[in-house]
């Protein structure tokens, strides 16, 4: 079950989510990683794609987060 929180702002709505609502998955979309990382949506596809940042696979056309390795990833920064 998520906890995540939702900011209904009039501009956006948010979803925020932390480590622990996704620690257990395989991987979460860019979007996800987005809620978790405190970044927007177009600011988290701009790092997926320069493949310099988070760490992300792509399969195909679609970006994907392991979560493992994001994890390990923000330990170490």
Same mark, same amino acid.
């Given at each position: 079950?998520?906890?995540?929180?939702?900011?209904?702002?009039?501009? +956006?709505? #948010?979803?925020?989510?932390?480590?622990d609502d996704v620690r257990g998955r395989?991987?979460?979309? *860019?979007?996800?990683? !987005?809620?978790?990382?405190?970044?927007?949506?177009?600011?988290?596809?701009? +790092?997926? #794609?320069?493949?310099?940042?988070?760490?992300?696979?792509?399969?195909?056309?679609?970006?994907? *987060?392991?979560?493992? !390795?994001?994890?390990a990833w923000l330990g170490e920064h």
């Amino acid at each position: 079950m998520t906890t995540a929180t939702t900011d209904n702002t009039p501009a +956006e709505r #948010r979803v925020r989510l932390t480590l622990d609502d996704v620690r257990g998955r395989a991987t979460i979309s *860019v979007e996800e990683a !987005a809620a978790v990382l405190g970044l927007s949506r177009g600011q988290a596809y701009v +790092e997926a #794609r320069s493949g310099g940042s988070f760490p992300v696979m792509r399969i195909g056309r679609r970006y994907l *987060v392991p979560v493992p !390795a994001l994890i390990a990833w923000l330990g170490e920064h």
